[in-house]
């Protein structure tokens, strides 16, 4: 019976951790969302600086393949 309370109490403890995380990862999604209004009303182009943040997350290898095949695509559509 002893094990079945330690367990619950790991378990709660487990929970409220995760709850405080998800608290914090909203704050920072507000923070992120009030950065990109702040940038576009100094005329900034967020859907642009979002594409950026994407590409400086990639590996260098992985952006150099999807820029290569990017511009095959343009090239196979007329669009280069």
Same mark, same amino acid.
């Given at each position: 019976?002893?094990? !079945?309370n330690?367990? =619950?109490?790991?378990?709660? /403890?487990? %929970? #409220?951790?995760?709850?405080?995380?998800?608290?914090?990862?909203? !704050?920072?999604?507000?923070? %992120?969302?009030d950065?990109?209004a702040? +940038?576009? =009303? $100094? !005329?900034?182009?967020?859907?642009?600086?979002?594409a %950026?943040?994407?590409?400086?997350?990639? #590996?260098?290898? +992985?952006?150099?393949? =999807?820029? =290569? /095949?990017? #511009?095959?695509?343009? $090239?196979? /559509? !007329?669009?280069?």
């Amino acid at each position: 019976m002893a094990e !079945g309370n330690v367990a =619950a109490d790991q378990l709660r /403890l487990f %929970i #409220e951790r995760i709850e405080r995380l998800e608290e914090e990862k909203k !704050g920072i999604a507000d923070d %992120i969302k009030d950065v990109y209004a702040e +940038a576009k =009303a $100094n !005329g900034y182009d967020t859907k642009t600086m979002r594409a %950026i943040v994407r590409l400086r997350k990639m #590996e260098t290898h +992985a952006r150099q393949e =999807a820029d =290569a /095949l990017m #511009e095959t695509y343009r $090239n196979a /559509l !007329g669009l280069a």
